[in-house]
């Protein structure tokens, strides 16, 4: 029987033919596209380099493990800071007994939850940092921070300022100066606690 057009159907044969035609030209215009996608790179490749640049893959490559270097960088500093996440009570216990072996398990137990405590009265976490520092240095670190971050210092400058820069209360009596200080601190304190925010601007840098 003819088609609706009065011609004869295609055989099996034939229509397995016009298939393999088809996907042999599909094939040779992928590979056409593939060849110039490599010649246009390789073009855009040799301009970089003649301006003394990588190539743009090599480039990505560095690009991409400098990022990875930089973000354990990041995490590492976030670890050693006031602003490290808390350690688990249990951590501290251990390590205070390896430090001490012969303290008394109950004294251990009683320095550890004092430690705790002071930490969480100052708004901070009992970390490896606030463990060992002075606390009152702590809160002047804290404050110095947020008064130069808030004065529009890059976070990671306003950080390593910090640690060093002097706090100076205003004030010309001592009760004024006093005042002044608990102010700033507590201030300092509400903005950003124990510092968890901080953790957060820097690794999603």
């Known amino acids: 029987m003819g088609n609706h057009q009065g011609?004869?159907?295609?055989?099996?044969?034939?229509?397995?033919?016009v298939h393999r035609f088809r996907a042999k030209k599909r094939a040779e215009r992928a590979e056409a596209e593939r060849l110039a996608k490599i010649a246009k790179r390789d073009e855009r490749d040799q301009k970089r380099i003649a301006k003394g640049l990588l190539p743009l893959v090599e480039a990505n490559r560095v690009k991409v493990a400098?990022?990875?270097?930089?973000?354990?960088?990041?995490?590492?500093?976030?670890?050693?800071?006031?602003?490290?996440?808390?350690l688990a009570r249990e951590v501290f216990i251990q390590e205070e007994?390896?430090?001490?072996?012969?303290?008394?398990?109950?004294?251990?137990n009683m320095f550890v939850d004092g430690s705790l405590a002071s930490c969480r009265g100052a708004g901070f976490n009992l970390n490896r940092y606030t463990a060992v520092k002075d606390l009152e240095d702590v809160k002047r670190e804290r404050t110095v921070f947020s008064e130069l971050f808030e004065a529009g210092v890059p976070i990671l400058d306003a950080l390593n300022i910090a640690k060093t820069e002097p706090?100076?209360?205003?004030?010309?009596?001592?009760?004024?100066?006093?005042?002044?200080?608990?102010?700033?601190?507590?201030?300092a304190c509400r903005q950003?606690?124990?510092?968890?925010?901080?953790a957060e601007l820097l690794l999603n840098k």
């Open 7 to 17: 011609g004869p159907e295609p055989s099996g044969a034939s229509t397995k033919r």
């Open 167 to 187: 706090f100076t209360p205003n004030g010309n009596t001592q009760f004024e100066r006093s005042t002044d200080r608990r102010n700033r601190y507590v201030a």
């Open 97 to 108: 007994k390896s430090k001490h072996p012969n303290w008394d398990a109950a004294f251990i």
């Open 192 to 198: 950003w606690g124990c510092g968890e925010k901080i």
């Open 66 to 86: 400098k990022f990875r270097a930089k973000r354990v960088a990041l995490k590492e500093m976030v670890a050693e800071s006031w602003f490290a996440p808390a």
